[in-house]
């Protein structure tokens, strides 16, 4: 198993900003990922985070909007830029190999 | 398209009684499926897994089963505890280790 934290637990921004939220993990993993979990909903991916490469985005996801960085196999940076209120929702991290283990997620809330 | 379903949005069962929680997936390239429970203000939390090579793994009082013709896996906690109550969520990966989540059955155990 993997153990993950994530910073900032949760933040409320203003529109138009950005905010960078750190996932690090205690072992080295093959992949990481990064997922959403909006108000009373599922968990939907965003994207996989790439070791020392650009992140692989789902569709409805763009770069420009959540860039991703994994500089080496046990940390991963997602920033939401120019914030909505459309991006209120929690963030979540995940490493592993078969099984995903998941981080305790980002409470981001933008006024 | 909802790939990963979980009809049942939520289930309430005894103490000492079988909780069983069902997800039907469509996809018939997910090979490796898993469950994941989840509290209020927590990442999911890994609870079990079965490759599509099986049809049921068991660890402890956590039973998958899994019937490939019929697209569908069930989860059995036996006997249920109060502090089984959560929300549990199937989800469902090929070789990609991304993981498709279904919506989420909102489990009560009541003492």
């Known amino acids: 198993s993997a153990v993950i934290s994530q910073k900032p637990s949760r933040d409320i921004c203003q529109r138009g900003t950005s905010l960078t939220i750190q996932c690090q993990v205690d072992s080295q993993v093959t992949m990481m990922f990064w997922y959403r979990q909006q108000p009373g909903q599922s968990l939907t991916l965003i994207a996989t985070?790439?070791?020392?490469?650009?992140?692989?985005?789902e569709s409805g996801f763009v770069i420009d909007k959540f860039p991703i960085s994994r500089p080496n196999l046990t940390f991963s940076t997602l920033t939401v830029s120019n914030m909505s209120p459309e991006d209120s929702s929690i963030y979540l991290c995940?490493?592993?190999?078969?099984?995903?283990?998941f981080g305790p997620g980002t409470r981001l809330t933008v006024t | 398209d909802q790939q990963v379903k979980q009809n049942s949005p939520s289930l309430s069962v005894q103490e000492g009684r079988i909780s069983i929680l069902n997800c039907d997936y469509t996809n018939s390239m997910f090979d490796y499926f898993l469950w994941y429970k989840k509290y209020p203000a927590e990442g999911p939390t890994f609870l079990i897994s079965?490759?599509?090579?099986?049809d049921k793994n068991e660890d402890g009082r956590f039973t998958v089963f899994l019937n490939k013709s019929a697209k569908h896996l069930s989860l059995h906690i036996v006997p249920s505890q109060p502090g089984d109550s959560a929300v549990y969520f199937c989800a469902a990966t090929s070789n990609t280790g991304k993981l498709i989540f279904g919506q989420g059955t909102t489990l009560q155990v009541k003492p």
């Open positions: 079965i490759s599509s090579i099986k």
């Open positions: 985070a790439n070791q020392g490469s650009e992140a692989t985005y």
């Open positions: 995940s490493g592993g190999d078969l099984e995903q283990y």
